[in-house]
C-alpha cells in the first residue's frame, strides 16, 4: 500500500476516499457560443444592455461588451476555444458570449471553481489545426479526469480562491505603484516641477557601444551571465560577460528596438544591444537611465526599416537629454529608485504566490497520475508485480517535471523493494 500512500502524499487532512474517474462528458453538459446580434450588443454597461457578453478573450476577463439579453446562467465554465486556447473561468452571473466559446455547465453537484482550477493546471487539450488552431466541445467532451468527493471539491476550492484573491490584490497594488511612478515621472521630466536643465546631446555625456553578437549554439542553458541581444527579456546565458554591471541598454534591432534597460548584474551585450559607458562624472546613470525611460516612445519612433526595424547609432547619440543639476539628479534618482524597489518587490511576492499556487496544483494532482497507473496495474496484473517491473522505474525516473523530487524519490524507492 506504500503506493496509495504517495497518492494521497498532499491532501488536506480528512479526506481518505479515492477519487472517481470520467470524462467531461459525464459530467458536464455542453454548449457552444455562436454569433453576436448587432442590435443586441452595446459596448458600454448600462439598464438596457447589462448583461456581460464573453469572447475568446483573457484581456477584460473576456468582456467584449454588454448584451440585452442572457443565455447562460451563474456557476458556469467558460473554456476558450480560439486565440488563448483552453483558459477556463467561472463566471458567477448571468451572461451571453460568442465565438466558438465553449460553455460548461454541471449535471450533478459539484464545485465549478474545483473544475476550473482543474482544467487551467491538468488538463491537455486536443487543439485542431484547420487553419485557425481551435479547441472544439468533442475534443473536449472525451478528456479523462480525476476528482474528489464534493466535500474536497469545496476544501480545495476554498484554499486555491484565498490564493488568488492575494494574487489579484497584489496585481492591483502593483499597477497601482507603477501608475504612481509613471505620475511622478511625468511631473518631474515634463517639468511640472521646475528644474532648471541645460539641453545636451546623448553622445556629450556617455559613449554609446555596440555589443558583440552571440550565437545561439555559444549559450549554455545554465549559465553565469544573461546574453542581452535585441530584445526585451535575454536570448540565452552564457559563462562569459562583457559588459559590467549598472549599465544602461538600448535595443537597436528587431520588435523591441528602442526599448531602454538598467542593468544591474554583469551581462553579455549582444549584436543588437546598443549599451551606455564612459558616463560623465557630473551624470547619475539611474537619473539618465529614468530620463531615457521616461522618453523611450519617443526613441521607438528613430527606428527604420520594415523587415528589421533598427535604429541608427547617430540618432541614438544626438538624441537630447534634460541634465538638470548633480544634487538633483540625486534626489531625482533616489525616489525614482526606491519606487522601482517596491514596483519590484511586490512583483516577487506575487511570482513566488503564483509559484506556490503552480507547485501545490501539482502535486495535488500527483494523485491523478499515481491512480492511472494503478489501474494500469490492475490491468497487467499486480501492483507488486508493476512495482518491480522496468515500466514503474521508467515512469518515475522520467516525469521529474509530473512529481516532485520527494515523491519521485520515494516512487523510485518503492519499486527496488
Known amino acids: 500500500m506504500k503506493f496509495l500512500i504517495l497518492a494521497h502524499s498532499l491532501r488536506f487532512a480528512g479526506f481518505t476516499d479515492e477519487w472517481d474517474s470520467g470524462k467531461f462528458d459525464d459530467l458536464f453538459n455542453f454548449q457552444v457560443a455562436g454569433d453576436m446580434k448587432k442590435e443586441l450588443f452595446n459596448e458600454e454597461l448600462n439598464d438596457e444592455f447589462k448583461y456581460p457578453l464573453y469572447a475568446n478573450a483573457l484581456e477584460n476577463d473576456g468582456v467584449l461588451g454588454y448584451y440585452k439579453e442572457y443565455k447562460y446562467n451563474p456557476n458556469t465554465i467558460t473554456v476558450t476555444a480560439r486565440g488563448n486556447i483552453g483558459h477556463a473561468t467561472v463566471r458567477k452571473n448571468k451572461f451571453n458570449a460568442i465565438g466558438r466559446l465553449i460553455m460548461l455547465t454541471a449535471?450533478?453537484?459539484?464545485n465549478m471553481d474545483f473544475f476550473a482550477e482543474y482544467i487551467n493546471s491538468n488538463v491537455k487539450v486536443h487543439i485542431e489545426n484547420t487553419g485557425v488552431p481551435q479547441l472544439t466541445a468533442p475534443?473536449?467532451?472525451?478528456?479523462?479526469?480525476?476528482?474528489?468527493?464534493?466535500?474536497?471539491?469545496?476544501?480545495?476550492?476554498?484554499?486555491?480562491?484565498?490564493?488568488?484573491?492575494?494574487?489579484?490584490?497584489?496585481?492591483?497594488?502593483?499597477?497601482?505603484?507603477q501608475d504612481f511612478k509613471k505620475y511622478l515621472m511625468q511631473q518631474i521630466f515634463a517639468?511640472?516641477?521646475?528644474?532648471?536643465?541645460?539641453?545636451?546631446?546623448?553622445?556629450?555625456?556617455?559613449?554609446?557601444?555596440?555589443?558583440?553578437?552571440?550565437?545561439?549554439?555559444?549559450?549554455?542553458?545554465?549559465?553565469?551571465?544573461?546574453?542581452?541581444?535585441?530584445?526585451?527579456?535575454?536570448?540565452?546565458?552564457?559563462?562569459?560577460?562583457?559588459?559590467?554591471?549598472?549599465?544602461?541598454?538600448?535595443?537597436e534591432g528587431g520588435n523591441s528596438c528602442g526599448y531602454v534597460n538598467f542593468n544591474e548584474e554583469k551581462f553579455w551585450s549582444g549584436g543588437h544591444c546598443y549599451y551606455l559607458s564612459n558616463l560623465d562624472n557630473n551624470v547619475n546613470d539611474y537619473y539618465l537611465y529614468s530620463y531615457l525611460k521616461f522618453k523611450e516612445e519617443f526613441i521607438m519612433r528613430l527606428r527604420v526599416g520594415s523587415g528589421l526595424p533598427n535604429i541608427q547609432k547617430g540618432d541614438i547619440e544626438n538624441f537630447k537629454i534634460q541634465i538638470v543639476s548633480e544634487d538633483?539628479?540625486?534626489?531625482?534618482?533616489?525616489?525614482?529608485?526606491?519606487?522601482?524597489?517596491?514596483i519590484n518587490s511586490i512583483k516577487i511576492q506575487k511570482e513566488n504566490i503564483e509559484n506556490f499556487k503552480k507547485g501545490l496544483l501539482q502535486q495535488m494532482f500527483v494523485y491523478i497520475l499515481m491512480q492511472t497507473i494503478l489501474n494500469f496495474c490492475a490491468k497487467i496484473c499486480c501492483i507488486k508485480?508493476?512495482?518491480?517491473?522496468?515500466?514503474?522505474?521508467?515512469?518515475f525516473s522520467s516525469n521529474s517535471i509530473l512529481l516532485s523530487t520527494k515523491v519521485r524519490k520515494l516512487a523510485i524507492f518503492s519499486c527496488s523493494l
Do not use: C
Not at 154 to 167: G, Q, R, V, Y
Open 191 to 251: 517639468q511640472k516641477l521646475r528644474f532648471d536643465y541645460d539641453i545636451v546631446k546623448l553622445k556629450d555625456i556617455a559613449k554609446i557601444n555596440k555589443g558583440k553578437q552571440l550565437n545561439k549554439d555559444a549559450m549554455i542553458e545554465d549559465g553565469e551571465y544573461y546574453v542581452l541581444n535585441g530584445g526585451k527579456e535575454p536570448s540565452g546565458y552564457t559563462n562569459s560577460w562583457n559588459t559590467p554591471e549598472n549599465t544602461i541598454t538600448i535595443s
Open 385 to 395: 508485480y508493476f512495482l518491480k517491473s522496468k515500466y514503474a522505474l521508467n515512469f
Open 107 to 110: 449535471k450533478d453537484d459539484l
Open 139 to 177: 475534443s473536449l467532451k472525451i478528456n479523462k479526469l480525476n476528482y474528489p468527493n464534493l466535500n474536497e471539491q469545496n476544501k480545495i476550492s476554498d484554499f486555491l480562491i484565498m490564493l488568488n484573491k492575494k494574487i489579484a490584490l497584489l496585481e492591483k497594488k502593483h499597477l497601482k505603484y
Open 328 to 342: 538633483n539628479q540625486i534626489k531625482i534618482s533616489n525616489l525614482l529608485l526606491s519606487s522601482d524597489k517596491k
